[in-house]
């Protein structure tokens, strides 16, 4: 079975600072899924950004980035310029892949703070 | 907001009542997941449905009962349920159950028993 493991359960930041939040999985396969979610408190889950584990570039939207280490399997995901509203629980999540292999597997999350 | 809405946002029961949540997606997606999120632990996937057909029931005791009437519209009936079931149940959507398909999560509701 797949695990996927947040070791930080908390990280904080200050603003306009760049941050890493680490994730690292388990898996068999060799070809998956791999996102960061995230969650303000109170709100929706809303995806940050994935990862096909096919592709070798980095995936990247606006200030998120991710370092995706296929052969280390680990997936950290990389905030610059941070922003209070970046404030949230973040969940690293894996979905494998072939079939309706639809299931995602998170992990425990980290609560990330942004210090003005 | 995601395109999937959630009703009730908050609700308290007793063990004794049945209450059902409602989770409404607006996207045209096919397929919707039930999660159950407890403090300290994973997200959970409780129930899967694939247009409108149950696909998969994650071992979830039958005091949970889902409903899925239409592609659009999800619903978790509850019923003798206990203290420990007290959580955030998310609902989810997606264009398929494919695995290279996102889901997008509703706001959730977070569940009390008393």
């Known amino acids: 079975a797949q695990t996927v493991t947040q070791s930080q359960p908390e990280m904080s930041v200050q603003e306009a600072e760049t941050v890493t ?6 898996t068999s396969e060799s070809d998956y899924y791999l996102f960061w ?24 939207e606006n200030r998120f ?29 894996y979905r494998g892949s072939g079939g309706s292999n639809y299931k995602l597997t998170f992990g425990k999350g980290t609560l990330l703070t942004v210090n003005p | ?36 999120q407890s403090a300290k632990k994973p997200l959970e996937l409780m129930f899967v449905y694939n247009f409108k057909e149950q696909t998969e ?32 149940y998310l609902c989810a959507s997606s264009l398929s159950v494919l695995d290279q398909e996102t889901q997008y999560f509703g706001p959730g509701t977070r569940l009390l028993v008393l």
């Not at chain 1, 303000?40 to 990247?60: D, G």
């Not at chain 2, 029931?57 to 206990?82: D, G, I, M, Y």
């Open chain 1, 21 to 26: 939040l680490s994730c690292t999985y388990d």
């Open chain 1, 37 to 60: 979610y995230k969650q303000p408190p109170s709100r929706q889950m809303i995806l940050v950004i994935r990862q096909e584990a096919y592709k070798q570039q980095n995936a990247t």
């Open chain 1, 65 to 93: 980035s991710v370092n995706f280490q296929k052969a280390a399997k680990s997936f950290s995901l990389k905030i610059s310029d941070s922003q209070l509203g970046d404030a949230a629980m973040y969940f690293c999540a």
């Open chain 2, 1 to 36: 907001e995601t395109g999937v809405t959630q009703t009730p946002r908050h609700l308290v029961m007793g063990m004794t009542n049945k209450k059902s949540l409602k989770c409404e997606q607006h996207l045209g997606h096919n397929a919707m997941y039930w999660y159950k």
């Open chain 2, 57 to 88: 029931n994650n071992s979830v005791p039958s005091r949970f009962s889902p409903e899925c009437p239409n592609s659009s519209h999800l619903f978790l009936h509850l019923h003798t349920l206990q203290p420990e079931d007290s959580a955030l």
